[in-house]
């Protein structure tokens, strides 16, 4: 086929394709494409024709990917992702700081981060509007690769290895448990081998504070406990009555210790932290706003000055 040879597939094809595959059937994918379900089924399977492959296997029960369907699928993905590039780039030659970007935030970041930053942003970037969402390291690269999102707030692993990135700032670990316990007596910051044989209650799996934080227990010799919480405040709430110990970002301990329920101790420097990023698809064409938004990042970081950590009151009072 020259380059000049009509296509025969369409765009929109390729979207019912994915959201099909995506969404695990025909009437999941027709509610969410706003289209009645024959004219996708027909679409679909129009598209399947030209290509001359089978991409789903029909049954009673559901759908199935065939093995050749699974590479179309891969292929089909990456030509949306570049039509949405090609979009991006047309709509904003006339002003890359205007118009709406859509960025997540893993969940140990966004309720302390972004009631600092919002502000700040609409502020440096008036004609630029933030559309939020929250979730998982993992869905977030998933989400950024298929254009379904256009960058993301996380913590540096070997995933975001594939992705541009901008750092905002580092995020230092604290111990943190009831006013009593042994390991938040001393007023002076604490060895990582403090945590030598200690249990400590740790984040759910899938976060991936969860796995910052037992890479430290493992190198210290800590164990985690049996019982993994859903979020930071479970933690909190599990440590606070006295049951154990915890690690804390230091973004959070304002909001989570704000009924000074928990003594608070740092660790000496250099203390263990995740490195906070945002996160974009190489290439992208909305790198300049994007750039935009992480240079107000780093300046509204709260809980540093310069790149050095400082300590809240709620910190120095818990002791």
């Known amino acids: 086929m020259s380059r000049w040879d009509p ?63 699974e590479v179309v699928l891969a292929r089909a993905r990456q030509v949306l992702v570049a039509a949405t590039d090609l979009d991006d780039t047309a709509r904003r030659q006339g002003d890359p700081l205007a118009g709406t970007l ?17 502000p700040a942003l609409h502020t440096a970037l008036p004609n630029l509007t933030v559309v939020w969402s929250e979730d998982k390291t993992q869905a977030l690269i998933r989400q950024i690769e298929e254009a379904r999102i256009d960058a993301a707030i996380v913590a540096v692993d070997a995933r975001v290895n594939s992705l541009e990135t901008m750092t905002i700032g580092e995020d230092a ?15 002076a910051p604490a060895s990582p081998s403090a945590l030598d044989g200690v249990t400590v209650f740790l984040l759910e799996d899938g ?27 479970t933690l909190v709430q599990m440590v606070g ?8 970002p230091q973004l959070a301990v304002a909001v989570e210790n704000r009924r000074g329920q928990l003594a608070v101790r740092r660790f000496k ?4 932290s995740r490195t906070l990023v945002l996160a974009w698809r190489r290439g992208s064409a909305l790198q300049r706003p994007l750039a935009a938004i992480g240079a ?11 790149g050095v ?11």
């Open 7 to 69: 296509h025969q597939s369409s765009l929109r094809q390729l979207q019912y394709l994915v959201a099909v595959a995506e969404l695990g059937g025909f009437r999941r994918a027709a509610q969410a494409c706003g289209v009645a379900q024959p004219s996708l089924s027909a679409q679909v399977a129009q598209l399947e024709r030209t290509l001359g492959v089978q991409v789903f296997e029909r049954h009673a029960r559901g759908i199935r990917i065939t093995a050749a369907g």
């Open 207 to 233: 976060h991936c504070f969860r796995d910052q934080a037992l890479a430290l227990c493992g190198a210290t010799g800590a164990h985690a406990a049996g019982l993994s919480a859903t979020g930071l405040s």
């Open 173 to 187: 670990f604290v111990l943190a448990a009831a006013p009593g316990h042994r390991l938040v007596k001393p007023a």
């Open 102 to 118: 859509r960025i997540g935030v893993i969940p140990t970041v966004c309720p302390y981060l972004l009631p600092e930053v919002a």
């Open 309 to 319: 950590p400082t300590v809240r009151s709620t910190t120095s009072n818990a002791r």
């Open 241 to 248: 009555t006295g049951s154990g110990v915890t690690l804390l």
């Open 296 to 306: 107000v990042l780093q300046q509204a970081w709260p809980l540093f000055d310069r």
């Open 269 to 272: 420097r250099p203390a263990p």
